[in-house]
């Protein structure tokens, strides 16, 4: 069974950047499309971001060019840098195999406030 934790949250002000980071352990990373979501109280989960195997990636259409993801399979590690902050991005930010996904972890809270 696999699991992920999820890093780099925090508060940050209007403009603002953040970079998220999420390690991934028990399935072989390198061969999975990742993603990572976000969840605001009350609302459902909403994909952000999704990377293939060969690093090619996707947006949502509200990211509008602000946020950029990567990956590390040496490091099993999922990466979201985002820049351009609205208050709009506070959520808690997950991680997760893009199909055939695995247990939640407990994410990052992102935060933007003036």
């Known amino acids: 069974q696999g699991y992920f934790v999820e890093s780099g949250g925090g508060l940050v002000q209007p403009g603002g950047s953040l970079r998220l980071s999420c390690v991934a352990s028990g399935f072989l990373f390198h061969l999975h499309p990742m993603a990572w979501y976000r969840q605001v109280p009350g609302n459902e989960r909403e994909l952000v971001a999704e990377?293939?195997?060969?690093?090619?990636?996707n947006y949502a259409d509200f990211v509008n060019g602000r946020f950029t993801i990567s990956r590390d399979n040496a490091k099993k590690t999922v990466y979201l840098e985002m820049n351009s902050l609205t208050t709009e991005d506070t959520a808690v930010y997950y991680c997760n195999r893009r199909t055939a996904k695995l247990a939640w972890g407990q994410g990052t809270q992102v935060s933007v406030s003036s």
């Open positions: 990377i293939m195997s060969s690093g090619a990636s």
